[in-house]
């Protein structure tokens, strides 16, 4: 919740009484352009001039409304694919470094023959979403059709709407590009090399004369902004309506077609998940036409009298930003129509295909999907993507990020844990939060947590300290390895976030303390859309009670219970996260099952971190069992009866209700491979599989990958231990990777299933590289 401070200024105060009335007026800007999209789109603005009666559609209740198959298309409204697609794309593409996602994209949109029905980019964090729709806005403007193409480019803010803006200003001169500002827009905001495409009058953003305006190939604006095209008719209807009467005026008896009085072609919106459904109205009222959809019509037609829709964004992470959250209002239209079945339903849909489904002979004839789902990040670390991944985009990412040099402050920190040393880290925080008095913060937000500040001081002071005691080579070309320049890591590359407003007030009071003044502090939803090379997520409530959490919930705070701000605080690091937090809280009281899934992923490959030193030593309670290695079994031998430090895998070894337990196994390496162990009889008649929180949750492909390489790594033959027989008995699962270096039968681990290191997907996706990845992908519909 915002809080401002209003001062009123009232010049004939009754010296008497000392009353005064105060109104408090709705902003008319704010809502009713909103008001009058809806209205637009519902009623279609009909057109009533007799000669073109027969070509308008209508209201959006009739079926050939074109309105209606962009906001309520039907399986009915697709186009069969009944061929193969080549597999080539013959484009002279702007951007050389596109992938082969990117480019089907684009190849499928200028090719235009998935239907008369809204194309969906749908990419994860980091997959490059904003370059395809700029590629797309390029190549389009490159089609050679009967019509010119003029192109309206949207997003729900004016940051986002700028960055479309630079990144076209490469390619696009001011007399081909304009940036429609509102008039309440300061110069200021407005970056320096975008001045250029902007006009104004009397020190305010303005519009250019119509000639002028109707000469711009690409016109960039918020969703919002969009209204004053509406309000000066430069709609697609507007202009159709005037090149009719100036033809019946100047030549009676000519009838123009009005199917070649298509202005606007094509409406993108980029960001599109993040605008409510009568925002995205506005922009879509402008582009409009007015005519109706011919079932029969031939493609070169339908290419030049129908504007194209076209939306990119991501539907898992934060939405439209309401005050309510249970209306409407909360669904943007990009998650709405995603969840049609024409959509949904699809056999290449993300949910449907999976990460190795590939379209085949034997599956046509199909609609042709009139979808993108751009899997690849350019951003992340795999371990950082290895949940996000299988919990909310059906294991399909990739990660694509060049590595960071092995030997970067990042990477070589000493705070990350063995066996793995992965760049990610659960840290245990029970210190107890505080809520400030309301005087000094708005209802709800005031929630702080000084312990968990001060840890996360902590690793910040500590990541730099290590940072500046490395040494960098001086010449970054002399690097032979695949991977980013060896450079220190700085204050602005470095972000703290939490979802608590005082909780940021505290943490940037006592980073400035400690002379950190650069260091990115802010709430979880300032981050969407950004990155950092690392990141700290505070989840600082720690008090383990569910009233409290549900009153978190109630004013949309917090990260239990909220996936989609979950997925995107999860998603914002590059090289390195930490997240501060009780997993009594995460998970004990909330059952919250994407806590549950990341918690598990932390406890199984040795990512978590307990002081001994302090209370926080308490979470490693009998409660959450063999959590961390060789604490309070519980009745059980060492995990699933893994060897002793220095030996290999052993047999299942599970415990009794006496806590012994053991296990036999005939592993190879320094140890003689057998395990056994005893658990605390204390606990052992409490004891149940499930307390295991290493078994709960999900395992990712990408985890199994970063298991398998690393074991291709360090030597292991595919049967026994590793070579050095060194850690092959953690409690940490590192090895349940594969069952039989385990000791379980049949080779099956806590994957379940079986490995084979011929077979196995995986295993050629991690050594072949993208290349041979992407054949076994196979190439997705055109």
Known sequence: MAKETIIIRIDHLLPTSRLCNIQFTVQPDLFVPLWRAVVDVTDGRLWEHEDVKAEVAGSIENKRNWLRHMLFPEPSDGVLQIMLPK??????????????????AVD????????????????????????????????????????????????????????????LAKHLQPHEMFRLNGWSRTFAEVPDQLLPYTHSENDLFSMPEFKTMMSYKVVVTTCM?????????????????????????????????????????????????????????????VVATPLCVKENDDSSNTKSSLPLFIMAGDEHQLGPRVSNANTAFSVSLFERLFSLPIYADHPLSRRNAGPYKKLTQEMLPIPRPAF????????????????????????????????????????????????????????????PDDVEEILHSPAGSGLFNQGEALKALRFVQSLLDHSNSLSYPSNAATLTLKTTPMR?????????????????????????DHNLHSVNIGPVEAFQGLESRFLIICTTRTRAEMRFIQQDQSFGLGLVGERRRFNMAMTRAKEGLIVIGNPDVLVGVSKDESWRAFLSFCARNGCWDVDESSEDAGVKMWAWADMLAGHRRRGRGNVNGYGNRGGSGSGSGSGNENGNGNGSGNGSGNGNGNGNGNGVAAHAENYEEEDDIRLQGYVSRLERGLLYAQSAKEGYDGVSG?????????ATGRHYLKGGRCGQEKGKGYLGKEWNTVDDYDAAMWTAGIAAEEVLRGSLDD
């Open 87 to 104: 597999g080539a794309f013959e484009h002279n593409w702007a951007d050389k470094d596109l992938n082969y996602q990117q480019m089907k």
């Open 722 to 730: 590793p070579v050095d027989g060194e850690n092959s008995g953690d």
């Open 372 to 431: 993108t789902n751009l899997t690849r990040n350019y951003r992340s670390h795999t371990s950082i993507l290895a949940m996000p991944s299988v919990l909310f985009y059906s294991d399909t990412l990739i990660p694509s990020a060049t590595p960071a040099h092995p030997d970067g402050p990042v990477p070589s920190w000493p705070v990350w844990k063995a066996p793995h040393r992965w760049p990610i880290l659960f840290t245990c925080n029970t210190s």
């Open 108 to 167: 499928s949109i200028i090719t235009r023959n998935y239907g008369t029905i809204p194309f969906l980019i749908s990419g994860v964090p980091g997959s490059g979403k904003t370059k395809t729709v700029v590629e797309c806005t390029l190549q389009l403007l490159h089609q050679n059709d009967k019509i010119k193409p003029h192109i309206l480019l949207c997003a729900p803010s004016n940051p986002a709407a700028d960055t479309l803006a630079m990144r």
């Open 225 to 285: 902004d969009a209204h004053i095209l509406v309000r000066a008719r430069l709609s697609n209807q507007d202009v159709m309506k005037l090149g009719f009467e100036m033809f019946s005026s100047i030549s009676p008896g000519i009838k123009p077609n009005p199917r070649d009085m298509l202005h606007w072609t094509a409406l993108i919106v980029d960001e599109a998940a993040q605008a409510t459904e009568p925002m995205v109205c506005i922009p879509l009222s």
């Open 488 to 512: 220190p890591i700085t204050q602005q590359e470095i972000a703290v976030i939490t979802p608590f407003l005082t909780q940021v007030t505290h943490l940037r009071r006592l980073f400035r």
